[in-house]
């Protein structure tokens, strides 16, 4: 092994220590803040509802990691977040809404002059839809579907305020840079 190769070698390591180092702070401030929202009062009195504020630390992952880590970020605080404050059903409505919203937020995010709010808005939405969908699967009712309508509404607002979240962080971060 040469020289160049070795401080490759070192370099990788070093990235994936900091890209496990950052995935745990990043696990960590989301199930923070699910506990914090958990304790919340509900939004409005449409039950259900919740502002989703550790999404905004998915759409940071989004943009200032790399895809593959953002979905194991996503898979994670499902697992972790249902296992904690919720149960089975908690995981299966979880996991429904993040794969719709992570795969919209994936191919979204990737598009040139498409905005961090922008795409956490679409996030927020599709999260919303994967759950009812998953309601409807689940209750064999297509009922649920006059609900979609006040949560595409709530998802879009809900998904504004974390992308602007998400969206200072990260332009102040890349200032500090």
């Known amino acids: 092994m040469n020289a160049f190769q070795g401080k490759r070698r070192v370099r ?17 401030t989301m199930l923070v803040l699910g506990y ?24 940071f992952a989004v943009y200032m990691l790399d895809l593959p880590t953002a979905w194991m970020l996503m898979v994670l605080k499902v697992f972790l977040t249902g296992l904690l404050f919720g149960g089975a059903t908690t995981i299966l409505y979880s996991m429904a809404g993040g ?10 995010s990737r598009l040139d002059g498409v905005h961090p709010v ?9 999260h919303n839809v994967g759950q009812v969908l998953m309601a409807m699967l689940l209750f064999h009712t297509r009922q649920l579907l006059y609900y979609m309508a006040v949560l595409i509404g709530v998802g879009m607002v809900c998904g504004a305020l974390t992308g602007v ?8 971060l890349r200032a500090a840079k």
């Open 12 to 28: 990788s390591v070093r990235q994936a220590t900091l890209r496990t180092a950052y995935s745990g702070l990043l696990i960590a």
């Open 36 to 59: 914090v929202e958990s304790l919340l009062p509900a939004v409005g009195t449409v039950p259900g509802i919740k502002m989703g504020l550790s999404n905004s630390v998915l759409i």
């Open 99 to 108: 794969v719709l919203s992570m795969l919209l937020m994936t191919v979204l």
């Open 118 to 126: 922008t795409v956490s808005m679409v996030g927020g939405v599709m």
């Open 165 to 172: 979240c998400a969206s200072s962080v990260m332009k102040h």
